[in-house]
């Protein structure tokens, strides 16, 4: 199975810490079991060149606000713009096979927000979730809910 990809955002290294993680679970996973698939990771960030993605990849950001609850009234996405218009960009949304959240539960209903928002706008599922830098039952819970993803897709 060729590796999955994810394309990702950190701002305070929350985001990133997790991949790197994540990245390293899936390779022991690899190391057992050939037939599960590693990960390679790409940080997406305000000096990112835009391009093409021509491969499936999973998107990981975190939720930063700037006014509003959210819900009822308003809501700016602070911070990670940037990844939501590299999505954006030409046909990348093509590619984007679900979405991961991350967040403090401290802001309840704002807790992943802008990733249930990409989700909404980007027609893609929203995988799962975990809080700020994730514990290692996230990273089991998150690499099992990707490769399902992928096996599901390559039906």
Same mark, same amino acid.
């Given at each position: ?5 994810? *394309?990702?955002? $950190? ?16 390779? &022991?996973?690899h190391i057992?079991?050939?037939g ?6 790409t ?5 990112t ?10 998107? +990981? ?5 700037d ?6 009234n ?6 990670t ?5 590299y999505?954006?960009?030409?046909d ?14 401290n +802001?309840?209903?704002?807790?992943? *927000?802008?990733?249930?928002?990409? $989700?909404?706008?980007?027609? &893609? ?5 975990y809080? *700020?830098?994730?514990?290692p039952a996230?990273? &089991? ?5 990707m490769?399902?993803?992928?096996q599901?897709?390559?039906?």
């Open positions: 199975m060729d590796p999955m990809r994810i *394309l990702f955002i $950190s701002i305070e290294g929350n985001t990133r810490s997790f991949v790197e993680h994540l990245t390293h679970y899936a390779m &022991a996973q057992k079991n050939k599960l698939p590693e990960i390679v990771s940080e997406i960030s305000e000096q060149d835009f391009t093409d993605e021509t491969k499936p990849y999973f998107c +990981f950001v975190p939720t930063y606000l006014g509003g609850n959210g819900i009822d308003g809501v700016k996405e602070l911070m713009n940037v990844m939501g218009e999505i954006d960009y030409h990348n949304a093509k590619q984007l096979i679900g979405i991961v959240g991350s967040g403090n539960k +802001f309840n209903e704002q807790y992943c *927000l802008t990733a249930r928002r990409y $989700s909404e706008k980007f027609d &893609a599922p929203f995988i799962d979730n809080e *700020l830098r994730g514990v996230d990273e &089991a819970r998150v690499y099992k809910k490769v399902e993803r992928v599901l897709l390559n039906m």
